[in-house]
Nanobody
Framework: AVQVVESGGGLVQPGGSLRLSCTTS????????MKWVRQAPGKGLEWVST????????IYADSVKGRFTISRDNANNTLYLQMNSLKIEDTAVYYC???????????????????RGQGTQVTVSS
């Protein structure tokens, strides 16, 4: 199965920052639009951000716009999410996934991925 590995989560105080990373050895991220989605405790999956395979044209959910920045390093097969000004409501497990296209705002994974990875826990708490 095609797998990605997310990392960089942790416990941070409100107003703090974290940078999440996502990488894989199963396919070349540079061939796909990529996105971040999250799942807060007791809630469904929420789309967060998507970026074009080239690294251009990032889009964001209104809830994170101006605070989060998605980027990618295709040479190192890595996707990033820089999260600043974190809020308690950002607490969630964060997953990266392939997108269907660069305007994909759905929380579901697209081929070649068939399911989400393990994700990385982000907890924002004082």
């Amino acid at each position: 199965a095609v797998q990605v590995v997310e990392s960089g989560g942790g416990l941070v105080q409100p107003g703090g920052s974290l940078r999440l990373s996502c990488t894989t050895s199963d396919f070349s991220l540079s061939s796909y639009s990529m996105k971040w989605v999250r799942q807060a405790p007791g809630k469904g999956l929420e789309w967060v951000s998507t970026i074009h395979s080239s690294g251009n044209s990032p889009i964001y959910a209104d809830s994170v716009k101006g605070r989060f920045t998605i980027s990618r390093d295709n040479a190192n097969n890595t996707l990033y999410l820089q999260m600043n000004s974190l809020k308690i409501e950002d607490t969630a497990v964060y997953y990266c996934a392939t997108g269907r296209h660069y305007l994909d705002r759905s929380p579901s994974v697209a081929p070649p991925m068939m399911s989400r990875g393990q994700g990385t826990q982000v907890t924002v708490s004082s």
